[in-house]
């Protein structure tokens, strides 16, 4: 894929040392694009300022929200290198939300290689300070001016690129989770496999609904018999009980996360017993009662892993180790991020260096 390169003449001033990033609120100078028209195919791949894009009202887009997105990291190497984390995977991630929503497939070198370029270029945007990475958002739009209901069959691919502040700020701290008993995010044969907007919009009233409460997320469960964990807002779920590690296993509505795979990956080399099924919350509730729940914790590129110190569901509230970040969560905390830094040994050749 030849990529058209027009750099920015005048550069943005980037954040001070030290200053507070938040997340997804200061963008870079230079961004991503890439047109598909059908019987032409994806074309004209090009870096140019990063600026407003023009677009009809009509575009479909805006009305049945034929839309995807993906999400990855990058973190400031040696010698000035960028350091990206399985950049593959969120290549044929895309493919797969890709084939759900009839968007068109983008292989995944052409996918690795706009992603690398456009990191390449503002490299000097990826932040220093300790929990701090360039936060790189890949997205797909139906472009037609057409009020019909049909896939589209124009679209841009964007990548956007956003430094970012430490997830936590005041170091690796519990959460709060709401179970939720009341809306359900997706069903099988749904899309919940799928990273779309979609998906977000269906979540944000059972959000809303927890913040309130003072829980930090929603933990969903299935949508048929509201019975089994899923997973929580954009974040899939883990529990360590009685020594084993457990997951719901993907079953079309949880959304295969990258840090997911990777976990299950470092517990089964640990010699870990690891179970990927169903998961009810009777199971959980049964299992905190007898003191066998010991560690909760969320995994997903924003925060790598989230321990939970506390679950509500309906009228239990359960307290996870003291409410104190477990032993195992903190060692995969530490190795994943390791890895992603270039600091410790990254045996699974996971990192993809800039
Ligand atoms: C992106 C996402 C995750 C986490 O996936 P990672 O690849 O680990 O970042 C989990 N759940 C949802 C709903 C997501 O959108």
């Known amino acids: 894929m030849e990529i058209k390169i027009e750099k920015a003449t005048v550069l943005k001033e980037k954040p001070k040392k030290g200053e507070a990033l938040g997340f997804g609120k200061i963008f870079t100078d230079h961004m991503f694009v890439m047109d598909y028209t059908e019987g032409k195919g994806w074309h004209d791949a090009r870096i140019v300022p990063f600026q407003d894009i023009t677009l009809s009202p009509a575009s479909m887009v805006f009305h049945y929200g034929q839309e995807m997105f993906e999400g990855l990291k990058a973190y400031r190497g040696e010698n000035n290198t960028a350091r990206l984390f399985r950049p593959d995977m969120n290549a044929k991630r895309t493919n797969d939300t890709n084939d759900r929503l009839c968007i068109p497939q983008i292989p995944v070198e052409d996918f690795v290689d706009a992603v690398k370029a456009v990191v390449d270029i503002d490299r000097d945007w990826i932040p220093e300070e300790e929990g701090t990475s360039l936060y790189i958002r890949p997205f797909i739009i139906a472009t037609d001016a057409f009020l019909g209901v049909a896939p589209s069959k124009t679209y841009k691919f964007i990548i956007i690129l956003s430094p970012s502040g430490a997830y936590y700020a005041s170091g690796l701290k519990p959460v709060g989770i709401w179970i939720e008993d009341e809306y359900v995010r997706a069903v099988k044969g749904g899309m919940g496999f799928a990273k779309t907007g979609g998906n977000y919009a269906a979540s944000l009233k059972a959000q809303v609904k927890a913040h309130d409460d003072g829980y930090s997320q929603v933990l969903w469960l299935d949508g048929v018999e509201r019975k089994y964990i899923e997973e929580v807002g954009a974040m899939n779920i883990f529990f360590k009980i009685d020594g084993k590690v457990l997951t719901p296993a993907l079953n079309g509505s949880i959304l295969p996360g990258i840090t997911r795979n990777s976990v299950l990956k470092l517990c089964r080399d640990w010699g870990y017993e690891v179970e990927e099924r169903k998961i009810s919350v009777d199971e959980l509730i049964e299992a905190q009662k007898n003191g066998k729940l010991e560690e909760c ?14 679950l509500r569901y309906v009228d239990d509230v359960m307290l996870i180790n003291n409410e104190e970040i477990g032993e195992l969560s ?13 600091k410790i040994e990254d045996e699974n050749n996971w990192s993809v260096i800039i």
């Open 297 to 310: 914790w969320g995994t997903g590129t924003a925060a790598v892993i989230s321990p939970v110190g506390k």
């Open 330 to 342: 903190k060692k995969l905390y530490d190795t994943i991020t390791g890895i992603q830094l270039g």
